[in-house]
Nanobody, 119 residues
């Protein structure tokens, strides 16, 4: 059974930083690309950042220049480094990752981790 386990969320003051991690576990052979989404109460789930299996990245305009997505294939983990956090970044953050398991590539979601930016 493949699982994505997220960690690193929490409470931070405006201007602070957090690093989210999303690790794939189970009987897997590796990972492909990954994405981070976020959803604030009453809002839709928005794409924040993506990284391809080759390491190419792209960001939503509202985080460009502040957030950095990366991946470590050896650790089957995707990260989101969040700097210069603002109150409007408060949301549940979800990772989404392609995982090689059972002889095929399948897309999985993490359980979500709360990020709260407040003084």
């Amino acid at each position: 059974q493949v699982q994505l386990v997220e960690s690193g969320g929490g409470l931070v003051q405006p201007g602070g930083s957090l690093r989210l991690s999303c690790a794939a576990s189970g009987s897997i052979f590796g990972i492909g690309g990954g994405n981070w989404y976020r959803q604030a109460p009453g809002n839709q789930r928005d794409l924040v950042a993506l990284i391809t299996s080759g390491g190419s990245t792209n960001y939503a305009d509202f985080v460009r220049g502040r957030f950095t997505i990366s991946r470590d294939g050896a650790k089957n983990t995707v990260y989101l480094q969040m700097n210069s956090l603002k109150s409007e970044d408060t949301a549940v953050y979800y990772c989404n990752m392609d995982v090689y398991a059972g002889g095929r590539l399948t897309n999985y979601w993490g359980q979500g981790t709360q990020v709260t930016v407040s003084s």
